[in-house]
Antibody, heavy 117, light 107 residues
């Protein structure tokens, strides 16, 4: 069965960077895009972008351009999302989600990133 | 960016009720519309893609319809496990955008 297992919660100071990992199993990792979506506390869902594990290509939402980097390591079936220059309003749960036909189908369990001084 | 507007923002319903949630796009998205269910503390779960196609394993009481700018998610007979927040999402153009969510609560 498809599983996406994300890294654990993080606490970061403003201005720092965070890197969240997402380990895939149960399917061919390079055959599907990986989306990243975040959700601030009590708020809705916000799409950040996707990466193509096969080619390494990426597509970022303009809002995050210059601050986000999505990468992958095909040897261990893992995708990564790094967000830099963190602010307090980056406090959120960050999800990875497998992409099929342009939309996310299976989601990871989420990683809480708290930005606080 | 395409704005997605859901209505209502919340609703109260009883087990067995028929529930309808509406999602409107700020411009045509043809049928590039998905619906997700999210329970507290959990990741979203895909229910319907391409406006009306039921994801594998999703109960048949869920259905989706619409095209262009107006879409509907219907739960034909609400079950206890259906109390959750529902989001629509357009995948017609980037950035992908979600509606603000509709919370379905127990009456």
């Amino acid at each position: 069965q498809v599983q996406l297992v994300q890294s654990g919660a993080e606490v970061k100071k403003p201005g720092a960077s965070v890197k969240v990992s997402c380990k895939a199993s149960g399917y061919t990792f390079t055959g599907y895009f990986m989306h990243w979506v975040r959700q601030a506390p009590g708020q809705g869902l916000e799409w950040m972008g996707w990466s193509n594990p096969n080619s390494g290509a990426t597509n970022y939402a303009q809002k995050f351009q210059g601050r986000v980097t999505m990468t992958r390591d095909t040897s261990i079936n893992s995708a990564y999302m790094e967000l830099s220059r963190l602010r307090s309003d980056d406090t959120a749960v960050y999800y990875c989600a497998r992409g099929v036909g342009g939309y996310p189908d299976y989601w990871g369990q989420g990683t809480l990133v708290t930005v606080s001084s | 960016d395409i704005q997605m507007t859901q209505s209502p923002s919340s609703l109260s319903a009883s087990v067995g009720d028929r529930v309808t949630i509406t999602c409107r796009a700020s411009q045509t998205i043809i049928s590039y519309l998905n619906w997700y269910q999210q329970k507290p503390g959990k990741a979203p779960k895909l229910l319907i893609y391409a406006a009306s196609t039921l994801q594998t394993g999703v109960p048949a009481r869920f259905s989706g319809s619409g095209s262009g700018t107006d879409f509907t998610l219907t739960i034909s007979s609400l079950q206890p496990e259906d109390f959750a927040t529902y989001y629509c999402q357009q995948t017609y153009s980037y950035p992908l955008t979600f509606g603000q969510g509709t919370r379905v609560e127990i009456k």
